[in-house]
Structure formats: C-alpha cells, structure tokens
C-alpha cells in the first residue's frame, strides 16, 4: 500500500529545501517554494506510489491533503501526476538527507480558512498539531474547536469531526545524529535503579 509522508525543513546538511521526512505511506514532502517557515516545519510533501513504491514530490500541501484523505479508497500510482510513470526515477529518496515523518492516510482534509500546522519539536522525539482559525487563533484540540465553532456561529457548515490531531510519525533513522535527545523518565529511573543494586 501506498503512504503518505511529509518531510521537514531540518535537515543534517545546510539546505533548508526540504522539511522533516518521513517513511513510505502518506508522505509529505513540503513544497519546493522558498517559504519563511522554521527548521522544524514541514518542508516537502510526498506519496509513495502503491505500484512500484517509489516517492513521488507533491507540490502543495492542498493536494497533499486531496491525495492523503482517500488514500485508503484510491491508492496512488505514478499515473496520477501528470507526465509521469512508474518507469521514471523517484523524485525523491527516503534516506538520512532529511528528517523524514510518515503520516497516516484517509486524514480529513483542512476546511476552508483554516490552517493545519505540524512542528517538530526541538529533540525530533514528535510532532504537534494545531490548527489557525479564520480570526488567527491557534486551537490545540477537538473541544477547542467546538468551543471555538460555538462561539463563532457565522462559520457554517464545519464539524469537529473535520479536524484531525493525529500526527505523523518520525523516521528514526533520518533523525540528525547530533540532535540531544530527552531521555525518557522510565529510562532515567531504570539507570538509577541499576546504579543503586551495583553499590
């Protein structure tokens, strides 16, 4: 099966072309437009073709979202962007050049005049989602939509139910290897326990 995948604009190199990576399904790959988004937003969006498993770049994040929101229903396949087939070199190579995230298919897709964003945090352990409203306020959760959707009853024909939190899930192996990361407090706690049973 094909997947989404969007990668970051961190990256172990200089360039800032690209955005966190992530693995085969729905890819995301952000845009190949200059933007003034951060290191640790999304930078490029991608898909990888259910038939012959190469990834292939997404120019917007709008398709991206078309795309990843019937990913289940219709698969992708090299054929759905123009002039190209699954005899033509991927667009792109899963590897360590960038930070990969894999995201999950069938995500709503954004409505109108909002804005989803995802951020890797600084030790690329996950991504946060939010979403911008229409007024500029950021909403972090389902029932901050709702109130925000019950407080703002001009905005017609919009549900919680079209706002997703779920976010993509870091490639391990494209992480920086000079990224500090937090340990966990069950590993800190396991490193306590064996020092105090060897003294």
């Known amino acids: 099966m094909s997947q989404p995948s969007v990668v970051t604009n961190q990256s172990p190199t200089t360039e800032v072309s690209v ?5 085969a399904t729905p890819a995301t790959p952000a845009s190949t437009k200059k933007t003034q988004a951060g290191p640790n937003t999304i930078g490029l969006y991608a898909v990888q073709c259910g038939e012959c498993f190469k990834w292939r770049l997404i120019p917007n994040e709008e398709e991206y979202e078309v795309i990843r929101s019937k990913l289940l229903e219709e698969p992708f396949t090299c054929s759905k962007k123009p002039n190209t087939s699954c005899n033509d070199l991927a667009d792109i190579e899963k590897d360590a050049t960038r930070t990969w995230v894999i995201d999950k298919p069938n995500i709503p897709r954004t409505p109108v005049g909002f804005k989803r964003k995802l951020v890797l945090r600084r030790d690329f352990s996950k991504l946060d989602a939010h979403y911008v409203t229409p007024t500029g306020k950021k909403v972090r959760s389902g029932t901050e939509v709702a109130k925000y959707l019950e407080e703002n009853p001009d905005i017609k024909g919009v549900s919680v139910s079209e706002f997703s939190f779920t976010v993509p899930k870091v490639v391990e ?16 706690k396991k490193a306590k326990d064996s020092k105090a049973a060897d003294s």
Request: charged content about 45%.
């Open 19 to 23: 955005t966190s990576r992530t693995p």
């Open 173 to 188: 192996e494209t992480i920086p290897k000079d990224v500090e990361r937090k340990s966990s407090a069950r590993g800190d």
